[in-house]
């Protein structure tokens, strides 16, 4: 069993939750992935322009250096672009810790502060991260740790849910590692700098208008 399918297992016995391979019927990206599920998903953070024409989906671990380098360069293109409507992703492929990670900024929204979860957690640089650093880190957001703890417990099931959904949908577009970028009609599978996704935006906007 490789680390992937040890990180998946992991998912699975930590709650019982079980791995969502059917996603709602419509569009298909490919098979057994429904574009709309990925799009749309209610739990997914968001970030930007909810009206946007171009959206966005992050698929990123925390534990991913190259994830790291490019997001600055994402949320600058997001902000200054003003129309794009960013999907955040987390998907904890690279360690225990990454699990950690993403479970405990998804557990930030029912505090309204996943976004700042996110950027601390982003911003340690390096790989191989531990928990009791990114613990450290997300408590200098000043977040409410015990709340944060509480309901990272008590919704864990929604929490687990969405990772595994987001494991099955990265699973059926045979996505191989982070960081993935779906930007409109088009998946990018590198890290990009400012004009990489100033570039890929405009072809994505061409795209959709059929040019």
Known sequence: MDRRQLLRASLVTAAAWPLVRTLRPGLALAQGVDVNAILHDPDAPEAGNPKGDVT????FDYNCPFCKKAEPELEAAVTKDGRIRLVYK????L???SIYAAQMALAAKYQGRYQDVHGALMAIPGRKIAKDQMRQAIAGTGIDMAKLEADRDSHKQEIGSLLQRTMAQADAMGLQGTPVYLVGPLKVAQALDAKGFREAIAQARARQAGQ
């Open 95 to 97: 360690s225990d810790a």
């Open 56 to 59: 966005i989906v992050a698929f």
């Open 90 to 93: 987390d998907w904890p492929i």
